[in-house]
């Protein structure tokens, strides 16, 4: 190497810099003991800004584009070295690069629930956790105030903060709301742009600012959704008192297969009998009626059912037909609780004229032999 190779060494002529990384919000030109020559080449690409620092003063801003770095290019570092007469003499400076696309995906979330006061459920805990995207709009500002000297300065080194303040607001602006929690999922753009706008200042003190702020999910503790769960499955079952009467039907059905218990099969027949009574009213009304042309008969009076309590266990409702069949089995007598629509109360079966000829009908049981 050359004297004059090794002299031109100690120059910098071109000043650039590529990023690979997706993080990186300020880099530092690597200039070691390089000064940099009057007349070098200063690339800024695009989403970049380019900021010279002297002897700690930060001196010109180079937006996107190629400069030579000339004394009409460099007003403040021209002002600062005194070269009143452009002397192209070398010189020191430390250049900065900031990165001014958007950083996406930056995760935001509560890190302990958040206590409100809900219209429906009263006092109740919550937690949030979103995304949102940032990018510096003012490179000298968050060089200044953020950054400082850090060489290499990543989104990791200042999320921490962000996501405190992002928080901080979050809360106080759901508070403010009053929305109540079955509706947060309604208003999740709406809250995201609100807090996107209450953050915004405070961002921008610190040369950056909110691009977007996504709500991904608000949810309750787990046992309270449990107990939300089980509420919603009431509401889905519906008529609380129909739904009773099915799980009894199907207990004294598999009572009656199992044959635990005379009752239990006594009272599985009649409800055979009952379903088969019914099956075959709806065949009587629904099958081929040749005369289907003539006048129509009126339908038929309601058939009259009863509701029967068995251990406890309303059960039914039956026909007078089915609880004739019944008596003989002893799941259906005199004293039997029975209640039909009309009827004020439950009464026994030998106090209701309809049924206490029921008992008149069936013969005595067989003399011993």
Do not use: C
Not at 95 to 111: A, D, H, M, P, S
């Amino acid at each position: 190497m050359g004297l004059f190779d090794k002299i031109k060494g100690e120059f910098v002529d071109i000043i650039e810099w590529t990023d690979s990384s997706n993080d990186t919000m300020v880099w530092r030109h690597p200039r070691y003991q390089n000064e940099i020559k009057m007349g070098a080449k200063l690339t800024v690409r695009e989403s970049q800004v380019a900021v010279f620092v002297n002897e700690g003063q930060m001196a010109d801003e180079f937006k996107p584009g190629m400069y030579t770095l000339e004394t009409q290019n460099m007003p403040i570092m021209t002002t600062l070295k005194g070269w009143k007469f452009g002397f192209n003499s070398p010189f020191k400076a430390e250049v900065y690069f900031i990165n001014t696309k958007q950083f996406t995906n930056q995760k935001w979330g509560t890190k302990n629930p958040i206590m409100l006061r809900d219209a429906e459920f009263g006092p109740i805990r919550l937690r949030a956790f979103g995304t949102y995207a940032l990018r510096v709009v003012d490179a000298k500002k968050f060089l200044k105030e953020i950054a400082g000297t850090d060489a290499h300065f990543t989104t990791e080194e200042i999320t921490d903060q962000l996501r405190n303040l992002v928080i901080t607001r979050f809360t106080d602006a759901i508070a403010e709301s009053k929305i109540p929690a079955l509706d947060l999922a309604s208003n999740y753009d709406e809250l995201s742009k609100f807090v996107g706008a209450k953050i915004n200042p405070e961002f921008q003190e610190l040369g950056i600012e909110v691009t977007k702020l996504l709500i991904e999910n608000i949810s309750l503790p787990p046992e309270v959704e449990a107990a939300l769960d089980k509420r919603s499955s009431m509401g889905i079952i519906g008529n609380l008192g129909a739904y009773t009467q099915f799980q009894a039907a199907n207990s004294m059905e598999a009572a009656a297969e199992n044959g635990n218990s005379i009752m239990g099969a006594g009272v599985g027949m009649g409800m055979g009998f009952g379903m088969a009574n019914q099956m075959g009213n709806m065949f009587n009304q629904n099958q081929f009626n040749p005369n289907q042309n003539q006048n129509t008969p009126p339908p038929p009076p309601p058939i009259v059912q009863y509701f029967l309590a068995v251990n406890g266990v309303q059960t039914g409702p039956f026909t007078e037909q089915v609880l004739s069949q019944m008596i003989p089995q002893g799941t259906f007598k005199k004293d039997s609780m029975v209640w039909k629509s009309g009827m004020a109360a439950w009464s026994s079966a030998e106090s209701v004229a309809e049924l206490a000829k029921l008992f008149a009908a069936v013969p005595p049981p067989l003399p011993p032999l």
